[in-house]
């Protein structure tokens, strides 16, 4: 039994699944804003819980010369005012013990890589600024090693957190999102949210960049929302050919709404 807590006006574990959403790197301030808003009125439109997501630094980028983004002060800055003008959420990935502390101020759900996520400091750290936690499940992990996980969140006083699927590593530059691991995570009483487009990835299977089936995306949250999620992470952007990391994996902006729609629809059928 998953108990409901709140994130700011959205709540987990109630009637109706929310929905992470946004690019995946913070390009620019004009840019965040105006997917901040596109987003908040699509979801309105549909009446659908919504956390604005975009990262400030893309601190594991396959190459060197990869872009980051603007980094921890400017981007949660951004992000924090984006979140208090719009009355929506806001969520980032944070990467160090000292980066939980400077977002904490700004971000109403810290989010821990899955590189990170058995990282105990940062798990600390974030339980200590008494923000809500989502921790991406390892691509290395099996999904009943997430117990270990809240286990160490729970030692640390944080009750309020998440555990996102974001696909298991399957062979070289693939992954795998077996849905099986939303029931089991989710019957430990830890809500469960499922990555949509970073478990469409095929890290470093371009090189010195990611690519990813994108089109799957929207497939694959479809399973999800009937297998039984408390949410789906889903990136995306005007023009993912022209984003500026992750672009194989992020849904164009112009089709989120019917795809919001027919996991609406989905989830209301199973519950009628």
Not at 4 to 26: A, D, H, R, Y
Not at 119 to 144: H, M, S, W, Y
Not at 245 to 266: A, F, M, T, Y
Request: include cysteine.
């Amino acid at each position: 039994m998953v108990n409901s807590f709140k994130i700011q006006n959205v709540e987990v574990g109630g009637q109706t699944p929310f929905f992470i959403l946004g690019p995946c790197g913070l390009e620019n301030e004009d840019f965040a804003w105006s997917m901040a808003r596109s987003l908040k009125d699509i979801c309105e439109r549909l009446d659908l819980p919504f956390i604005f997501k975009a990262s400030y630094d893309k601190a594991n980028r396959t190459s060197v010369n990869s872009f980051r983004g603007p980094g921890v002060k400017a981007g949660c800055r951004i992000l924090g005012d984006i979140g208090r003008d719009l009355n929506v959420p806001v969520t980032t990935d944070i990467h160090t013990a000292g980066e939980a502390e400077i977002a904490a101020e700004f971000i109403d759900l810290l989010q821990v890589p899955a590189f990170l996520c058995r990282q105990t400091d940062i798990l600390e750290a974030c339980a200590a600024t008494g923000r809500i936690v989502n921790v991406k499940k390892g691509q290395f992990l099996a999904p009943f090693d997430c117990v270990n996980i809240a286990g160490k969140l729970k030692s640390f006083g944080c009750d309020t957190f998440l555990i996102t699927e974001r696909g298991t590593t399957f062979g070289y530059n693939n992954l795998v999102a077996d849905m099986r691991s939303l029931y089991w995570i989710r019957e430990e009483g830890i809500p469960v949210i499922f990555d949509a487009t970073h478990s469409v990835q095929r890290p470093g299977g371009m090189g010195a960049t990611t690519g990813g089936d994108g089109e799957l995306a929207p497939v694959l949250a479809r399973a999800a929302m009937a297998t039984g999620v408390d949410g789906i992470f889903m990136e995306t952007h005007r023009t993912p050919a022209q984003a500026l990391s992750d672009g194989p994996n992020q849904v164009p902006l112009d089709q989120i709404e019917s795809i919001l729609h027919s996991l609406l629809k989905i989830h209301r059928a199973l519950n009628a």
